[in-house]
Each structure stands twice: as structure tokens, then as C-alpha cells.
């Protein structure tokens, strides 16, 4: 979420100066309003944007936007502490890897690989791959298919817990919410776990399996 804000103030920032007239948090308040009707994987909030503030979209503004918004998410976008060691000790356990994400299958790519992480995961369901988003169990039910598990085999990681911790739990998973990922200062998750740091997992899933 600080990786999303700090990208809408660049993109703000690129359209202003280009020449565009619009108070600055103004700006900023209404694509977050957009996203929050739309979904924050919306990928056409600059243009609505735009024809919410002219009542056409003008390429100029809207190009600026786009080249600031990926320039300053991309700056952004960075793993979380250990996330690297956890997911390859994981993978030398025997365990299959996966992602699940409402993200378009390009963006959720794009994020992966950015990050040098595509070559760690068996399968990723993307909302392209179901039409749904979370916590429908469409997602959840996709990627136990693709890994060839039964969902109570799984353990689901996420940040969100109305989505990750509801959609995971609703199909049979075992849920640990990622508190080190919380930006939204969650008091009760709901989930099996909470973890402060994503290295916890080994300990889970070596305790879980007897080993």
C-alpha cells in the first residue's frame, strides 16, 4: 500500500507537470476513491481519472501518469526481509510453491520477475486465470488444482486478512497472516498464524510435517 501511494503522488506529480490544473491531494484522494470502488488492481484509473477531472482523456496527461506511476513503483518494490532464503528452504523441503493474486496475469509477471522471483513458484492464479477476485474460493480451489494438493494440505500467506485469511479458510486451508506485510494496523487476523517474519515458516512447516 506505501509502494501504491508513493506510485499516485509520482503519477499526480508527472500530470501536473505536464500542464494539467488540479489541487495536488485532490488529485491524489480521487484515484484512491477509484481504486477503492474499482479494485487496486484497476488498470485504467488514470483514464477515469482524467475523464472525471475533464471529461476526456488527453494522452499527454495520461502517458506522464502511466511512465511516472511504473517508474515509481518499480523504485519501490522490494522484498521483505528473508523472503528470498525462506522461499528457496521451502522449495529444498519439498514443498510446491504458489502464488495466488488479483492482479492481471501481465502485472502479476511484471512483479514477479522484476523481483527475481518467478523461476521459486510451481503455479500462479492470477484474476485473469478465474474472473473472480478473493475471497471467492475460485482462486484458492485453482491453485490446489494446479499443484496437484487438497486445499487442507495448503498453507495460504497473505496481508489481507478479508481476502487472504477468509478466501483460504473457507476452502479447508490452514492461513498465516503476514503482520510484517500489515500496513493497516489489523488487531485480529483470523488466521492459524501470525508471522512477524516470513523466515517463521520454515519452523510451521517443518513442525507441521514432523520433521
Known amino acids: 500500500m506505501k509502494m501504491k501511494d508513493a506510485a499516485?503522488?509520482?503519477a499526480i506529480d508527472a500530470m501536473l507537470e505536464a500542464g494539467l490544473t488540479v489541487e495536488k491531494e485532490q488529485a491524489v484522494q480521487t484515484v484512491k476513491r477509484i481504486y477503492d470502488e474499482k479494485g487496486y488492481e484497476y488498470q485504467e484509473v488514470f483514464d477515469e481519472f482524467l475523464r472525471h477531472l475533464t471529461g476526456e482523456v488527453d494522452y499527454k496527461?495520461?502517458?506522464?501518469?502511466i511512465v511516472a506511476y511504473r517508474r515509481a513503483k518499480e523504485a519501490s518494490l522490494?522484498?521483505?526481509?528473508r523472503v528470498n532464503v525462506t522461499l528457496m528452504l521451502l522449495a529444498k523441503l519439498g514443498l510446491k510453491l504458489g502464488v495466488v493474486s488479483d492482479a492481471p496475469s501481465?502485472?502479476?509477471?511484471?512483479?514477479?520477475?522484476?523481483?527475481?522471483?518467478?523461476?521459486?513458484?510451481?503455479a500462479v492464479v492470477?484474476?485473469?486465470?478465474?474472473?473472480?477476485?478473493?475471497?471467492?474460493?475460485e482462486p484458492?480451489?485453482?491453485?490446489?488444482?494446479?499443484?496437484?494438493?487438497?486445499?487442507?494440505?495448503?498453507?495460504?500467506v497473505g496481508?489481507?486478512?478479508?481476502?487472504?485469511?477468509v478466501g483460504a479458510k473457507q476452502v479447508g486451508m490452514t492461513t498465516a497472516f503476514a503482520r510484517y506485510g500489515d500496513t493497516l494496523g489489523v488487531q485480529e487476523s483470523g488466521?492459524?498464524?501470525?508471522?512477524?517474519?516470513?523466515?517463521?515458516?520454515?519452523?510451521?512447516?517443518?513442525?507441521?510435517?514432523?520433521?
Not at 78 to 81: A, C, D, N, S, T
Not at 147 to 154: S, V
Not at 159 to 165: L, S
Request: aromatic letters at 12%.
Open 61 to 65: 496527461y495520461l502517458a506522464s501518469a
Open 191 to 211: 488466521a492459524d498464524y501470525d508471522l512477524a517474519d516470513i523466515y517463521e515458516l520454515i519452523d510451521i512447516v517443518k513442525r507441521r510435517n514432523g520433521l
Open 78 to 81: 522490494m522484498l521483505y526481509p
Open 8 to 10: 499516485i503522488r509520482s
Open 140 to 156: 484458492f480451489y485453482k491453485i490446489c488444482n494446479l499443484l496437484q494438493i487438497e486445499p487442507d494440505e495448503a498453507l495460504m
Open 159 to 165: 496481508d489481507w486478512p478479508e481476502k487472504d485469511m
Open 126 to 137: 492470477t484474476h485473469d486465470d478465474t474472473g473472480v477476485h478473493k475471497p471467492a474460493p
Open 106 to 122: 501481465r502485472e502479476a509477471w511484471l512483479r514477479l520477475c522484476y523481483l527475481n522471483l518467478h523461476h521459486l513458484f510451481d
